[in-house]
């Protein structure tokens, strides 16, 4: 017999995908740099399906039907060229490799085209969902050319997780870096949520004076409602659970400085590129470097600040309401300012990107998988030319039925020094898009005075240059 696919690197994320593959019903083909791993993998789970172990890259190709479906899931970067390097001499037009590990989306596309030389479909493909995700269904989003999705999209949409309504959480995102650049800011997304989970937390204990498993019961509750997702029900398990050692809870004990593995950044670095406002997902990644700052940290402990003043008793639960409606409108803003990038990345590269079926994908199997996406869902299918999620009515009302809370919650967090960056820049953000008028107009001022860099009219056409250091009459530049 021959394998379906083929799955080289088996650490956890490649190991808990094969099996995937092998529950549901497929051949799968293994290899690993080292061959103890592959061959404890059939020892360990080769009852749960048909698995064929290689220990050469020969004997890996030579087991897999033709066309070939070699799927790696290896680390980003160089370990990823190695593997290619090692395969694809090996392989013939018309054969597939799968790379589902966190790429860069200008990598995937520098791949894409060199295999596509040799006939090779390079699919770079986007999964979410961590080690549980990817045994039990991931969230799936794969890029690449049509025809290898045609060959590839039954057997991603079968090991997928499923929607609600029964969808599987896998859609051709577009061509080339499709899929590991929507990845990407799925990812930036991730760390926003999460920021601004954080914040929260914060907020509830240094102003509404709650202990964790206070606030983890407050997140229990606001998971019933309309903030229904993983990373609110996860938050509730890690704030109520007590450290063994020291009875404290857990949250105390361990060590507040953030760690990112890049895709975070990536989003920022090129939602600069792209002229994109994510200031929400720049916060997140910028509070987290701030808090690997420990030197920095330390020498500022004795900066100025306001006398903590915690609230209690009814207040306190007042509080914390507005602080779930202040999440709840920064959490629109943040997969705003992600779609959007979204939406210019399709653009830049010429991807047709169909951003109510990211939405789809979204929401079940990834990290950020929510009720929420459901309704963003809802919103790019009404109107899939939509400029912007704030522009859906439902969003709308709702932020507008949330911006005294959230207002009144920024105003508190000024007050009492609690740090909110992700609150707060949400708030700017939607603050600068509603205003009438922004000093965008002295900004130009300025470069026109020091730089005849000119400035364009409310009122004519055409570009203008006032001489500053002269008789400051205007001129047509
Ligand atoms: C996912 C996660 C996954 C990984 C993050 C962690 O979608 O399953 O996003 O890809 O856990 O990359 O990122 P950091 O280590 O940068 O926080």
């Not at 004997?59 to 190695?82: C, N, S, Y």
């Not at 949520?193 to 206070?214: F, H, K, N, S, W």
């Not at 003043?309 to 509080?319: D, R, T, V, W």
């Amino acid at each position: 017999t021959s394998a379906q696919i083929g799955v080289t690197g088996l650490a956890v994320m490649g190991r808990n995908l094969a099996r995937n593959f092998a529950r549901n019903g497929y051949t799968v083909a293994l290899h690993n740099r080292t061959a103890s791993r592959t061959h404890d993998l059939v020892k360990e789970f080769g009852q749960e399906g048909d698995f064929i172990a290689t220990e050469t890259a020969e004997e890996f190709v030579a087991a897999l039907e033709r066309p070939r479906r070699l799927m790696i899931m290896v680390k980003a970067g160089d370990p990823t060229d190695a593997v290619i390097k090692e395969f694809a001499p090996l392989l013939e037009p018309g054969d597939m490799i799968i790379d589902g590990g966190n790429a860069h989306f200008a990598d995937t596309r520098r791949r894409e085209r060199e295999l596509r030389e040799q006939g090779i479909h390079f699919v770079g493909t986007g999964i979410s969902g961590g080690e549980e995700g990817a045994l039990h269904g991931p969230s799936i989003m794969p890029g690449g050319s049509k025809e290898s999705y045609a060959s590839l999209g039954p057997m991603l949409e079968k090991i997928s997780a499923k929607a609600k309504d029964g969808a599987p959480c896998v859609t051709h995102v577009g061509a080339d870096g499709a899929g590991h650049f929507v990845k990407m800011v799925h990812n930036g997304i991730e760390y926003a949520d999460m920021q601004l989970i954080g914040e929260a937390y914060q907020l509830l204990r240094d102003v509404a004076g709650y202990t964790p498993a206070q606030i983890a019961d407050i997140f229990r509750t606001w998971n019933t409602g309309r903030l229904d997702s993983y990373l609110i029900e996860i938050t509730a398990e890690v704030l109520s659970h007590v450290d063994a050692a020291t009875g404290k809870p857990f949250v105390d004990v361990v060590v507040d400085q953030a760690e990112q593995k890049g895709t975070g950044r990536w989003t920022v670095q090129i939602a600069l590129d792209l002229g994109v406002p994510v200031s929400g997902i720049a916060e997140a990644v910028f509070a987290r470097s701030l808090s690997g700052h420990a030197a920095l940290r330390a020498a500022s402990r004795h900066l100025a600040g306001p006398r903590p003043a915690p609230l209690s008793g009814a207040e306190a639960a007042a509080f914390a309401d507005r602080v779930e409606q202040a999440l709840y409108a920064s959490k629109i803003v943040s997969y705003t300012q992600g779609f959007h990038e979204i939406a210019a990345g399709g653009e830049e590269y010429g991807w047709d990107i169909d951003q109510g079926a990211v939405s789809a994908i979204w929401r079940a199997g990834c990290i950020i998988r929510a009720a929420f996406l459901d309704r963003i869902r809802a919103a790019y299918d009404a109107r899939p030319d939509l400029p912007s999620l704030l522009s859906d009515e439902t969003f709308a009302r709702e932020i507008a039925a949330a911006q005294d809370d959230w207002r009144e919650v920024l105003a508190a967090a000024v007050r009492q020094g609690v740090p909110t960056p992700g609150f707060a820049a949400a708030l700017s953000y939607y603050d600068g898009l509603r205003a009438p008028r922004l000093p965008a107009a002295l900004t130009q001022g300025q470069r026109d005075f020091f730089g005849a860099h000119t400035y364009r009219r409310v009122d004519r056409e055409g570009a203008f240059h006032t001489l500053w250091g002269g008789d400051r009459s205007e001129v047509s530049a």
